[in-house]
């Protein structure tokens, strides 16, 4: 179910569930986005993430039975789970309308039914004489309408165009008006929400967002940085810091030669030994969104191919073997703690045998 955005800037079909922690995480490096709405969905369920300053401030689930009973309790990881999800990003440039969604994410649902058995007219009244504060939506199909109410009276109204493929954002009460003697014959399905500091205490609000933390990206990632440092501290046993840096150098500068930007922070320091692969992070915007969460693992492997054909022909048998021995190990342990990723070991093995 689509509600009120800008503008679409990116979609993408068949998206894997498992990587939208992934997708917003990387809005957040990125930067690039002000203020937007990530949309996952899958069959009824959809996962909404509102974003501030590139940055997540609160998601939430919302499914509808065939019958359009509303749930809002289902649980994230059901989204997660899917194989495939139509995955949206939309900007919202228009401030009050970013207002109106902070306060449909937070608030819970005060009425939801048929517009059949819903008196839209009495129920527009009853804000004006309590002075309320409210959110008054309307579902057509798969899109919603959102009116909003201040203190009782009307503020403003934005409704889908079907035609346009947009939504169309009003001040006009006149115009709303028009828009509720429509209503006898669309019978859409009402949503109400009163927005109330009050009602805000009492319901327990969460911001959502524990789902970030499981970064399948940011995860494996940071397993194959460590197999690359246990690499270079073995190349630090055998040759000089100056020898190791040229080393780094030639390596980096072919990389960069098949894919520039990407790599092109990658660098050595001799005072700590060590590579800032976390760069790499941070530069996955350059790599085509098709290659940049389940198939980005093929540039780690290239990059672990690469030590392990150096180490193969600069090392002795016996620190070929123990450093063989260290990086499986180290992947067996991390495939047993982590079940998404069943299957890594046999990835690595094969590479691995470049050093037996």
């Given at each position: 179910?689509?509600?009120?955005?800008?503008?679409?800037?990116?979609?993408?079909?068949?998206?894997e569930?498992?990587?939208?922690?992934?997708?917003?995480?990387?809005?957040?490096?990125?930067?690039?986005?002000?203020?937007?709405?990530?949309?996952?969905?899958?069959?009824?369920?959809?996962?909404?993430?509102l974003?501030?300053?590139g940055?997540?401030?609160?998601?939430?689930?919302?499914?509808f039975?065939?019958?359009?009973?509303?749930?809002?309790?289902?649980?994230?990881?059901?989204?997660?789970?899917?194989?495939?999800?139509?995955?949206?990003?939309?900007?919202?440039?228009?401030?009050?309308?970013?207002?109106?969604?902070?306060?449909?994410?937070?608030?819970?649902?005060?009425?939801?039914?048929?517009?059949?058995?819903?008196?839209?007219?009495?129920?527009?009244?009853?804000?004006?004489?309590?002075?309320?504060?409210?959110?008054?939506?309307?579902?057509?199909?798969?899109?919603?309408?959102?009116?909003?109410?201040?203190?009782?009276?009307?503020?403003?109204?934005?409704?889908?165009?079907?035609?346009?493929?947009?939504?169309?954002?009003?001040?006009?009460?006149?115009?709303?008006?028009?828009?509720?003697?429509?209503?006898?014959?669309?019978?859409?399905?009402?949503?109400?929400?009163?927005?109330?500091?009050?009602?805000?205490?009492?319901?327990?609000?969460?911001?959502?967002?524990?789902?970030?933390?499981?970064?399948?990206?940011?995860?494996?990632?940071?397993?194959?940085?460590g197999?690359?440092?246990?690499?270079?501290?073995?190349?630090?046993?055998?040759?000089?810091?100056?020898?190791?840096?040229?080393?780094?150098?030639?390596?980096?500068?072919?990389?960069?030669?098949?894919?520039?930007?990407?790599?092109?922070?990658?660098?050595?320091?001799?005072?700590?030994m060590?590579?800032?692969?976390?760069?790499?992070?941070?530069?996955?915007?350059?790599?085509?969104?098709?290659?940049r969460?389940?198939?980005?693992h093929?540039?780690?492997?290239?990059?672990?191919?690469?030590?392990?054909?150096?180490?193969?022909?600069?090392?002795?048998?016996?620190?070929?073997?123990?450093?063989?021995?260290?990086?499986?190990?180290?992947?067996?342990?991390?495939?047993?703690?982590?079940?998404?990723f069943?299957?890594?070991?046999?990835?690595?093995?094969?590479?691995?045998?470049?050093?037996?």
């Amino acid at each position: 179910m689509i509600i009120p955005f800008s503008e679409l800037k990116l979609y993408i079909a068949d998206f894997e569930g498992k990587y939208i922690p992934s997708f917003v995480n990387d809005l957040a490096r990125e930067s690039s986005l002000s203020r937007g709405l990530v949309l996952a969905q899958a069959g009824n369920k959809t996962l909404y993430v509102l974003i501030s300053d590139g940055r997540a401030v609160i998601s939430k689930v919302l499914a509808f039975s065939d019958e359009e009973d509303l749930v809002t309790d289902v649980p994230i990881n059901e989204i997660m789970a899917e194989k495939s999800v139509d995955l949206y990003l939309f900007s919202l440039s228009n401030d009050t309308v970013f207002t109106w969604l902070t306060d449909f994410f937070t608030y819970p649902v005060s009425l939801y039914a048929s517009g059949r058995f819903v008196d839209v007219m009495k129920l527009v009244s009853s804000f004006a004489e309590n002075k309320e504060n409210a959110l008054l939506c309307f579902k057509h199909g798969s899109a919603m309408n959102v009116v909003s109410f201040e203190k009782g009276n009307f503020k403003g109204f934005a409704w889908f165009d079907p035609e346009k493929k947009r939504y169309v954002f009003e001040k006009n009460a006149v115009k709303f008006g028009s828009y509720l003697g429509s209503l006898d014959v669309s019978k859409p399905a009402v949503l109400c929400k009163k927005v109330s500091e009050k009602i805000l205490a009492s319901s327990f609000f969460s911001s959502g967002l524990d789902f970030l933390e499981n970064d399948p990206v940011q995860t494996e990632s940071e397993l194959y940085f460590g197999c690359f440092k246990l690499v270079f501290d073995v190349f630090a046993k055998v040759m000089p810091a100056e020898k190791l840096k040229e080393l780094s150098e030639k390596l980096f500068s072919y990389l960069r030669g098949r894919y520039p930007q990407f790599y092109s922070k990658l660098s050595f320091s001799t005072e700590t030994m060590s590579v800032n692969w976390e760069s790499m992070l941070d530069e996955r915007k350059s790599v085509a969104v098709e290659y940049r969460f389940g198939e980005y693992h093929r540039y780690l492997d290239e990059i672990l191919y690469l030590l392990l054909k150096t180490s193969a022909s600069v090392l002795s048998s016996g620190k070929k073997r123990l450093l063989a021995m260290d990086i499986g190990e180290k992947i067996r342990r991390f495939e047993e703690e982590n079940k998404d990723f069943s299957g890594m070991f046999d990835r690595f093995d094969k590479l691995l045998k470049i050093l037996r």
